[in-house]
């Protein structure tokens, strides 16, 4: 697998040796950015699946692009950091940074830091797709319940009769149970106060 990188630093310097070690351990260095904002631009045209921040102790717009990318997942964040700088810890504390490397950067570092986050923003990947369908899932026994009350109530069904009935009418017209139940309930609810 090619791994794409995104590396911004402010100082022209630091991003070469930056994207020298990414080059050296094999990965694509897809853009250079040389402050915050051209780092998000870049994250979000060429979609790496890393960026590499080299946050300064007086630049701060590296930083705040770092927790926007971090924020809204658009890949796993490295920053590159002094011994101490109070703000980075906060960052990674508080929001979904994947890693960080203290200065002198080294390849041993970084390419550790690399394969942490990637580990990382991989499994948080995972664990929000399952987060996410076990919410549908639950939402979908919501709809599902008050649709059977509705049915229940209407026509005089007893529930496990009302469930059978959802069942059917669900493989019947080819639609999920939910969709089914959302039906029924925009349907009462159209249909005004009992």
Avoid at 75 to 103: D, F, G, R
Wanted: hydrophobic letters at 40%; charged letters at 25%; a positive charge.
């Amino acid at each position: 697998m090619v791994v794409s990188v995104v590396v911004c630093s402010s100082d022209t310097r630091k991003r070469n040796k930056i994207t020298s070690l990414l080059q050296q351990m094999g990965l694509t260095v897809v853009g250079e950015a040389s402050d915050g904002p051209q780092a998000l631009r870049l994250t979000r045209s060429a979609r790496p699946n890393i960026v590499v921040v080299d946050v300064e102790l007086y630049q701060y717009s590296e930083l705040e692009a770092a927790l926007i990318i971090a924020r809204e997942k658009l890949a796993p964040v490295i920053l590159v950091t002094s011994p101490h700088h109070q703000e980075v810890m906060n960052a990674i504390e508080e929001h979904y940074i994947m890693s960080y490397v203290v200065k002198p950067l080294n390849r041993w570092a970084l390419e550790s830091s690399i394969r942490t986050a990637l580990a990382n923003f991989r499994k948080m990947e995972q664990m929000e797709l399952e987060i996410n369908k076990l919410k549908d899932t639950l939402e979908t026994r919501k709809l599902v319940e008050r649709a059977k009350h509705i049915l229940m109530r209407d026509l005089k069904l007893s529930e496990p009769e009302a469930f059978r009935r959802l069942q059917k009418q669900s493989m019947d017209k080819g639609i999920s149970m939910k969709t089914l139940s959302e039906a029924i309930i925009l349907n009462d609810e159209l249909k005004g106060p009992q």
